[in-house]
């Protein structure tokens, strides 16, 4: 008995090592994908200029993404140890990350020949971020412990936000440096700006309250307000409108100031999570220790309850009713049967490890509580992602149109999003054959 409880404290502090290291493999990522939102912003003013701007700090991206690079290679490099407990999903999603990884060399010294439009450049960035969040959201979405899976649903939708938020940065920066207004890319800072708001309304949900309030001061900083103004230049800009190219730099500079402050609240995030693992593998290591003397309690000092089967069964006594675990505040709970359990006057002590139990299940439920919350709001993004992949893939309708159908019929059902995602899930093929046809007609 006592090895198997000292085995199961010793898995529990192992998982909880193995989520310490989860979290630094994921700090790591968010590095590497803050440096190319960088490369990308700057690279999509670099060739919509013709290459005649932004060339310096295109060199300084590249200097300062490569080392991360580097370091992500050996970072996967090392999660095929089976120590590390990397999952078949992750392991996949770090083959396929790496290949456009790879591809970079490839992609960098096409635009340094100014070969690829502004706009091909991001989608290829983008392309490989949207790899590398899918692979932090598979880390938080096996999180077992309620603490860190909250701050780590937090830091998803942190990323999420970012990332729309670095998109919209290299479009705009793209349509202000080619002096050019074009419709589709109007409508995809519309989009990115949506998606912002929702990505960071969930984080803010989740995340720590200093976290929180730290954003909503931000919104009152004066480079928000500029940064609202020149959305409003791209958003309400005419079909063939002309762009003043001198707003590149203040649209750059504004949206850049955003992007920075979302990752100093990245740094203090995993910062956060990095406390909340320490804390649970100091708990996990207390309750090793505390379950070793819990045994020697539990060999000197034999449960109460014993002691009342005792003298239930003394043949020197008349048996009044079957005796029962004491409950909740130590009184003598009621028996199944409906016969009151031992006297009130009997002095029966909870043990110790009713106490335990006891605690442990109000932790427990507790935590569980926490986790469900956690669990579904991680539920409701995967829903809304696959009702979105369903509309695209039988439909042939892009990301942001797919969502705009779901939101629409969300407003005009008022029902939730989840609601209509879910429904959109359950509609049989034929239903949207016959919504191609009419789309084709």
């Known amino acids: 008995m006592s090895q198997l409880v000292l085995r199961a404290k010793q898995l529990e502090l192992e ?26 912003g700057v690279t999509s003013v670099f060739l919509a200029s013709g290459g005649q701007r932004f060339q310096a700090e295109r060199a300084a991206a590249l200097a300062e993404a490569q080392p991360i690079e580097q370091a992500v290679q050996a970072l996967f490099d090392a999660q095929q140890r089976p120590e590390l407990g990397a999952t078949a999903r992750m392991l996949s999603l770090m083959a396929w990350v790496q290949l456009d990884l790879n591809a970079l060399a490839g992609l960098r010294h096409q635009v340094d020949h100014l070969v690829p439009s502004a706009h091909d450049a991001v989608a290829a960035f983008s392309r490989l971020i949207a790899g590398l969040v899918e692979l932090i959201f598979h880390v938080a979405d096996v999180a077992r412990h309620p603490a860190v899976s909250r701050l780590l649903v937090a830091l998803v939708h942190l990323l999420q936000g970012k990332e729309a938020a670095g998109q919209e940065r290299a479009v705009g920066a793209q349509l202000f440096a080619s002096g050019r207004h074009d419709d589709a ?35 009152l900083q004066p480079t928000v307000a500029l940064l609202e103004r020149l959305r409003r230049t791209l958003c309400t800009a ?108 009997d002095p029966v002590t909870v043990s110790s490890l009713v106490d335990l139990v006891q605690t442990q299940a109000a932790r427990l439920a507790s935590m569980e509580v926490e986790l ?23 439909l042939g309708l892009s990301e942001e149109a797919a969502f705009r159908t779901l939101q629409k019929a969300s407003m005009d059902h008022n029902r939730r999003l989840l609601d209509v995602a879910e429904a959109t899930l359950a509609l049989p093929e034929v239903f949207f054959a016959g919504q191609g046809g009419a789309r084709a007609k």
């Open 372 to 394: 469900d919350t956690a669990r579904r709001a991680l539920h409701e993004r995967k829903v809304i992602e696959r009702a979105k992949g369903a509309l695209m893939s039988r």
């Open 238 to 345: 005419r079909p063939g409108a002309t762009l003043d190219t001198a707003l590149s730099e203040a649209w750059f500079q504004a949206a850049s100031e955003r992007i920075s402050e979302l990752w100093a609240i990245q740094i203090e995030l995993v910062q956060c999570l990095r406390q909340a693992c320490a804390a649970q593998q100091e708990a996990a290591e207390r309750d090793l220790e505390d379950s070793e003397g819990l045994l020697q309690r539990l060999r000197d000092n034999p449960p109460p309850h014993t002691h009342a089967v005792d003298r239930f069964f003394n043949a020197s006594e008349q048996p009044e009713a079957a005796p029962v675990l004491p409950g909740p505040g130590g009184a003598a709970s009621t028996a199944a049967s409906g016969a009151p359990g031992l006297a009130a006057s």
């Open 15 to 40: 998982d909880a090592r193995q989520l310490a290291a989860r979290v630094e493999f994921v700090d790591v990522i968010g590095q590497l994908i803050h440096v190319l939102q960088r490369e990308r």
């Open 185 to 219: 890319e109007q409508q995809r800072i519309v989009h990115l700006i949506d998606a912002q708001e929702r990505s960071l309304a969930v984080f803010e949900e989740f995340a720590e309250p200093s976290l929180r309030q730290r954003w909503q001061q931000h919104q």
